[in-house]
């Protein structure tokens, strides 16, 4: 159990996404899922070009960035990949609330604007 917690405790949630089946991969499938999306997840070497692009695509949703192609490829078995999305699910948020400290992005806020005044006095 100790070289398990010493390899980070969010790897071992890994293997239950993949039994789930929440782990969405590469942005084009990303982009048709995004009511299904609760977070996005890219590698530490993404391109800078494509970073601001995930960032603009998804800024209502949290992106973490974290881990190299070999690690995805060693946790879920994809090759190549550079940008994948959980589902949304209980088990998406436990992993997200573990890897909340490699944000990237600030939540979007709506913002409220005052309200006009019921009535508004004539100008003289």
Do not use: C, W
């Not at 391109?47 to 960035?65: C, G, M, N, T, W």
């Not at 078995?77 to 990237?104: H, M, N, P």
């Amino acid at each position: 159990m100790a070289s398990e917690n010493s390899k980070g405790p969010v790897e071992r949630l890994f293997p239950f996404a993949l039994r789930a089946r929440i782990l969405l991969v590469g942005r084009d499938t990303l982009r048709g899922s995004k009511s299904k999306l609760h977070f996005v997840l890219v590698t530490e070497d993404i391109a800078e070009s494509v970073r601001a692009e995930i960032l603009s695509d998804f800024k209502h949703y949290p992106v973490v960035q974290h881990y190299a192609p070999a690690d995805l490829e060693k946790h879920f078995g994809i090759k190549g990949a550079r940008t994948i999305g959980f589902a949304k699910s209980g088990l998406a948020q436990s992993i997200y609330a573990e890897l909340k400290e490699y944000r990237i992005n600030q939540p979007v806020t709506k913002s409220k604007d005052p309200k006009p005044p019921a009535s508004v006095p004539p100008a003289n």
